[in-house]
């Protein structure tokens, strides 16, 4: 098994960093190296992928060649394999916007470092085969996210990236707790093992307080509701590059670690896990949809957006069934790609803003100055609110399919309702943007940020919308394997 594909998306960005810092003073040569990292990383998280679809088997490798569980492990498989493409994905595509941004940060000698630490940190999180590297990987993500922030042009960044900071480090208290209840209790922090260990002794008086604790972790990690409050403020006060990337895939590190406690770490406990999910997913579609239509500024709408397309992936993790974790994947995946291209477009028109801002009242009809970026936006709303001929309509198709094939009527009545309102806040946003006229006292700016890399997503949406059956086969594959735990326990341990 070619195993160097396993640890090239991880090395390649640390590697592109390092470059990065010693070729600071030459800004150009910067660009084209962080590039030209997150590309290569790019084609070594889809070869991963390739390799696990067409052969069926994850791709292991064990650092130092210490076996596990004693060594550090590496693994690929169908759930961490589609999840580091997706979010690769908008990592490049946000250090491509970076390249046409006319932020003034993206020019600070550590911007572009920063950006691909942070690709280092998720990557390595989605791939590592325990949970103590989970927690140093996560821990290199929020450093550089925080860091990101603060720099921004906002004037608010800098307490935002306190909020985020201190936020999760409250929240990495907690997974150390959570690592620390679960070494005392079966001497291991190897996920594979540990599905062993658990599953042998289940009813262990420290396994429900490391649960709770993971529980906690993952729920912030994804700004899940009660854990929510932070996020706005700090997605909204982020770069767009950065923004586009924190409420796209950084967010979905939680609803990997949702999938993974349900179906290998703590099985016995799903039904439990999967309740709360189902209705913390219901309140967060609502809360999240009400937040959007209320709020005042295009970037803050869509952050709260974000709370309601994760309560939409959480009640198809909940409902549990392989149709459902599927459809949940396919959501994932496909709000990704909607989510950051929204944003980068929320970016550009505020760009071309006489003062740089999302706020409603100051891009109140900007937008007419660049139709084709309204073309962009509406097609991006479309398929954030489930419309046809877009990779939302496949997602909320495949996951009403999964709700009747569960008879969740309730929840199904209340995700369709979130939907409804997704639709509103979309529109009052684009009418306000582009429909009314701009006021006579303002002038736009004749240029701003650029639109290839939010074309590139929204036809990459409409393409998955057309054509949508190697991701919904490819999801279907992934929640079979997931069903199965002792692959991935055999693939780690052998025998």
């Not at 195993?3 to 910067?30: D, M, T």
């Not at 994905?89 to 630490?117: E, S």
């Not at 590297?133 to 307490?159: H, P």
Request: charged share 10%.
């Amino acid at each position: 098994m070619k195993s160097w594909l396993v640890y090239l998306p991880i090395l390649l960005p640390l590697l592109g960093a390092a470059l990065g810092l010693l070729v600071r003073k030459y800004h150009r040569l910067q660009v084209g190296l962080t590039v030209v990292f997150i590309l290569a990383a790019l084609v070594c998280s889809l070869g991963m992928l390739y390799t696990v679809a067409t052969t069926g088997q994850p791709v292991v490798f064990q650092l130092g060649a210490w076996p596990a569980p004693a060594g550090i492990t590496l693994i690929g498989d169908y759930l961490s394999a589609l999840m580091v493409v997706m979010s690769q994905i908008v990592l490049a595509a946000g250090i491509l916007y970076a390249t046409g941004c006319r932020d003034k940060c993206v020019h600070y000698p550590a911007f572009y470092p920063l950006f691909l630490t942070l690709a280092t940190g998720l990557t390595g999180a989605l791939l590592t085969g325990d949970l103590f590297n989970l927690f140093v990987f996560a821990e290199l993500m929020v450093i550089s996210g925080a860091v990101l922030t603060a720099v921004s042009d906002d004037r608010f960044g800098v307490e935002a990236a306190y909020k985020y900071f201190y936020i999760s480090l409250l929240a990495s208290m907690f997974l150390l707790l959570g690592c620390g209840a679960l070494y005392a209790a079966y001497g291991t922090l190897n996920m594979a093992d540990l599905g062993v260990q658990i599953a042998a002794n289940p009813e262990h008086p420290l396994s429900g307080l490391a649960l709770v604790f993971l529980l906690a972790f993952f729920m912030v990690k994804s700004a899940v509701v009660p854990f929510h409050f932070w996020q706005p403020d700090f997605h909204t006060a982020a770069p767009t590059p950065v923004h586009a990337v924190l409420s796209s895939v950084v967010v979905k590190l939680g609803v990997y670690g949702f999938i993974r406690m349900t179906t290998l770490l703590f099985p016995t406990r799903a039904p439990e896990i999967n309740l709360l999910l189902v209705v913390l997913g219901c309140f967060g579609v609502l809360l999240g949809g009400l937040g959007a239509t209320g709020t005042y500024d295009a970037k803050r709408m869509l952050a709260y957006s974000t709370l309601g397309q994760i309560g939409f992936i959480l009640v198809g993790i909940g409902w549990g069934s392989p149709v459902a974790l599927a459809a949940a994947l396919v959501y994932a995946f496909n709000h990704s790609l909607i989510k950051s291209a929204m944003l980068m477009l929320a970016g550009a028109i505020a760009s071309r803003a006489p003062v740089k801002s999302a706020a409603f009242k100051v891009v109140v009809g900007v937008g007419k100055s660049s139709p084709y970026a309204g073309v962009l936006f509406f097609l991006g709303g479309i398929a954030l609110a489930g419309l046809p001929p877009t990779n939302g309509f496949i997602s909320k198709l495949v996951l009403f399919q999964s709700g009747l094939q569960a008879q969740a009527y309730i929840p199904l009545i209340v995700i369709a309702s979130a939907s409804i309102i997704t639709f509103i806040y979309i529109i009052r946003s684009f009418m306000k943007i582009w429909w009314e006229a701009l006021p006579i006292s303002k002038k736009t700016k004749p240029t701003g940020d650029l639109l290839i890399v939010p074309t590139i997503l929204i036809g990459l949406c409409l393409a998955l919308g057309v054509w949508a059956q190697p991701l919904v086969k490819l999801a279907q594959d992934t929640a079979a394997w997931l069903g199965q735990p002792m692959l991935y326990i055999q693939a780690v341990l052998g025998g």
